[in-house]
T-cell receptor, first 114, second 116 residues
Framework: NAGVTQTPKFQVLKTGQSMTLQCAQDMNHEYMSWYRQDPGMGLRLIHYSVGAGITDQGEVPNGYNVSRSTTEDFPLRLLSAAPSQTSVYFC?????????????FGSGTRLTVV | AQSVTQLDSQVPVFEEAPVELRCNYSSSVSVYLFWYVQYPNQGLQLLLKYLSGSTLVKGINGFEAEFNKSQTSFHLRKPSVHISDTAEYFCAAFPIPGAGSYQLTFGKGTKLSVIP
């Protein structure tokens, strides 16, 4: 049971480049979320999904796109990277109705935009 | 929508001393409350949660937290800390099912430093 798997662990991008951060879970969780973590800011919600085909925006969605074609996968796309997107990104998942039982987090992707 | 405020950004404490990390929340609906811990260069791990029932909840590693509805607080405590407790701690809130939002909202974190 791998839990929540994020790839890559580290990435350096040039301004204007695009990339996709991958997130996969093998727990049949319907809720999935993407957060970014910046020093002194805690974790801020970017996008979330309550099931395949359903996504919604969180607190800081600008510059990011998501899709949810399967229950297992929830990729985060940066269309045109900017230095302000330098951050650590975490994917998390939980069960519906059991979202109350706490989210399981991946180990993170550290992204640097130069 | 809900918000979570962690009142201290950094808390230094001597080894074997007690510690309290403070968390207040604000919400227009009832929420579940959580504490997570993040060790350096790692992801977040659930410490404990309050869903309903007894207001004193116990978690892993000897931590406990008390839910106080009138003060909208959920403070984390440990009677005797160890060096290994050095980490960043996050308080979070999630609306109860049916309340509309599905967003887990975090505070900005408290860095606990245990001094030998």
């Amino acid at each position: 049971n791998a839990g929540v798997t994020q790839t890559p662990k580290f990435q350096v991008l040039k301004t204007g480049q695009s990339m996709t951060l991958q997130c996969a879970q093998d727990m049949n969780h319907e809720y999935m979320s993407w957060y970014r973590q910046d020093p002194g800011m805690g974790l801020r919600l970017i996008h979330y999904s309550v099931g395949a085909g359903i996504t919604d925006q969180g607190e800081v969605p600008n510059g990011y796109n998501v899709s949810r074609s399967t229950t297992e996968d929830f990729p985060l796309r940066l269309l045109s990277a900017a230095p302000s997107q330098t951050s650590v990104y975490f994917c998390a998942s939980s069960l519906p109705g059991q979202g109350s039982y706490g989210y399981t987090f991946g180990s993170g992707t550290r992204l640097t935009v130069v | 929508a809900q918000s979570v405020t962690q009142l201290d950004s950094q808390v230094p404490v001597f080894e074997e001393a007690p510690v309290e990390l403070r968390c207040n929340y604000s919400s227009s609906v009832s929420v579940y409350l959580f504490w997570y811990v993040q060790y350096p260069n790692q992801g977040l791990q659930l410490l404990l949660k309050y869903l309903s029932g007894s207001t004193l909840v116990k978690g892993i590693n000897g931590f406990e937290a008390e839910f106080n509805k009138s003060q909208t607080s959920f403070h984390l405590r440990k009677p005797s800390v160890h060096i290994s407790d050095t980490a960043e701690y996050f308080c979070a809130a999630f609306p109860i099912p049916g309340a509309g939002s599905y967003q887990l909202t975090f505070g900005k974190g408290t860095k606990l430093s245990v001094i030998p």
